[in-house]
């Protein structure tokens, strides 16, 4: 079974630039997370997705941030203008469900995409 | 608010040595309590999943506690090996939102 897939893996902008990141979840799951991991913190929900609906997002800067899950598979996560701050990995992550459809809710995460602003 | 609290927040220790590693919660109400993997420049992968009523749950070298009174967790590495370097992710899932929260992590380094 494919696992999560991410794109690129490694990004180096200059600030004010922006950025896009992909993401293709593991086929059937309906749950999809964005997470920002800063170096040596634990990862941090920017947005959840079930299926195509923002389930939450109140951690999104949303004045440069934005995401998106067309048809409720793919995602893309993009960054414009970038900031000397946003330097981290952004993991995607998905799982099966949410609630009963999904009693463990075990996430499958990507290798994550690292962001370098200079 | 749902917190989750992991110490220490590194830790080194000999090839061959035990260790533990602890998780406190104040999420409510409780779901399940994950503990996951971080290999360094990779994704986190799950080790293991304790629900309200599992106290013990062992996976190999790794052993996992749950005190759903106290709201504690903890990770018990038997006989570390190298591989065992990476950092430990406590992830608690409520029973009301389904959304995880996750500790900061504990970075742990095995020496030869």
């Known amino acids: 079974e494919a696992g999560v897939a991410q794109s690129p893996r490694y990004k180096i902008i200059e600030k004010r630039q922006s950025v896009a990141f992909w993401c293709n979840p593991i086929?059937?799951?309906?749950?999809l997370y964005w997470y920002q991991q800063i170096l040596g913190q634990g990862p941090k929900l920017l947005i959840q997705f079930q299926n195509n609906g923002v389930v939450d997002d109140s951690q999104l800067p949303k004045d440069r941030f934005s995401a998106e899950r067309l048809k409720g598979v793919d995602s893309t996560l993009k960054i414009q203008p970038a900031k000397l701050e946003d330097s981290a990995v952004y993991l995607c992550?998905?799982?099966?469900?949410?609630?009963?459809?999904?009693?463990?809710?075990?996430?499958?995460f990507g290798e994550g995409s690292r962001l370098t602003v200079l | 608010k749902n917190q989750v609290e992991q110490s220490p927040q590194s830790l080194i220790i000999l090839e061959g040595k035990n260790c533990t590693l602890q998780?406190?919660?104040?999420?409510?109400?409780?779901?399940?309590l994950r503990w996951y993997k971080q290999d360094t420049g990779r994704g986190p992968v799950s080790l293991t999943i304790m629900t309200f009523s599992e106290n013990t749950k062992s996976n190999g070298r790794y052993t996992a506690t749950l005190d759903a009174d106290t709201k504690q967790s903890s990770l018990h590495i038997t006989a570390s090996q190298l591989s065992d370097s990476a950092s430990y992710i406590c992830?608690?899932?409520?029973?009301?939102?389904?959304?995880?929260?996750f500790g900061r992590g504990t970075s742990l380094i095995v020496h030869p």
């Open positions: 998780c406190n919660y104040t999420v409510s109400p409780f779901s399940n």
């Open positions: 086929s059937g799951h309906a749950t």
């Open positions: 992550a998905s799982s099966l469900g949410a609630g009963s459809i999904d009693p463990t809710g075990e996430l499958f």
């Open positions: 992830v608690v899932r409520s029973g009301g939102s389904y959304i995880p929260t």
